[in-house]
T-cell receptor, first 116, second 115 residues
Framework: SAVISQKPSRDICQRGTSLTIQCQVDSQVTMMFWYRQQPGQSLTLIATANQGSEATYESGFVIDKFPISRPNLTFSTLTVSNMSPEDSSIYLC?????????????FGPGTRLTVL | AQTVTQSQPEMSVQEAETVTLSCTYDTSENNYYLFWYKQPPSRQMILVIRQEAYKQQNATENRFSVNFQKAAKSFSLKISDSQLGDTAMYFCAFMKQGTGNQFYFGTGTSLTVIP
């Protein structure tokens, strides 16, 4: 299984500022995913980040608001830009894992963001 | 589009008892995977159990087992001999095979194990 770390684990930010969340994996992976989990809600996929190509965004999410970098096979960043209180959420990164019994995703511990 | 429905927002069970969490999904696909993830208060998402749609046999992992009814598009999770550490949010998830591992999650069931 993959070990995934995220920085920061939590942050409190002012409206209008931006925050960059880092995701580090202990092994090389092709695909990384960024999810948002709003308070009391399920996980919603923001985008898929492949190394060497532009991230693919889901409906309702745009690159200007959530720019993503994927400089190598073990690292990715998600920036939450021009934040508003509605952006207060847990942001999780995940990676694919290919196992003989079937695919799964491994998740990072999440970053809890509060926007004032 | 795929949808995953968990109709039980909250459930509770006495320690050592058995509880079943419901999940239904909607898809026109034939090849896919189903998962149950656990998210304790620490927020770490942990895979509990997975099921390949082509397998008729229900998956089991120690105290966790599923009842997979492909025709009914139902995928319930049974937790036997519930333990206090089972207290968590449980998410049912669907993944279509060959889509780049895009997951669709249900809204979750908050399970509380009562001592």
């Amino acid at each position: 299984s993959a070990v995934i770390s995220q920085k920061p684990s939590r942050d409190i930010c002012q409206r209008g500022t931006s925050l960059t969340i880092q995701c580090q994996v202990d092994s090389q992976v092709t695909m990384m995913f960024w999810y948002r989990q709003q308070p009391g809600q399920s996980l919603t996929l923001i985008a898929t980040a492949n190394q060497g190509s532009e991230a693919t965004y889901e409906s309702g999410f745009v690159i200007d608001k959530f720019p993503i970098s994927r400089p190598n096979l073990t690292f990715s960043t998600l920036t939450v830009s021009n934040m508003s209180p509605e952006d207060s959420s847990i942001y999780l990164c995940s990676v694919e894992g290919r196992l003989a019994r079937g695919n799964e995703q491994f998740f990072g511990p999440g970053t809890r963001l509060t926007v004032l | 589009a795929q949808t995953v429905t968990q109709s039980q927002p909250e459930m509770s069970v006495q320690e050592a008892e058995t509880v079943t969490l419901s999940c239904t999904y909607d898809t026109s696909e034939n090849n896919y995977y189903l998962f149950w993830y656990k998210q304790p208060p620490s927020r770490q998402m942990i895979l509990v159990i997975r099921q390949e749609a082509y397998k008729q046999q229900n998956a089991t992992e120690n105290r966790f087992s599923v009842n997979f009814q492909k025709a009914a598009k139902s995928f319930s999770l049974k937790i036997s001999d519930s333990q206090l550490g089972d207290t968590a949010m449980y998410f049912c998830a669907f993944m279509k095979q060959g889509t780049g591992n895009q997951f669709y999650f249900g809204t979750g069931t908050s399970l509380t194990v009562i001592p």
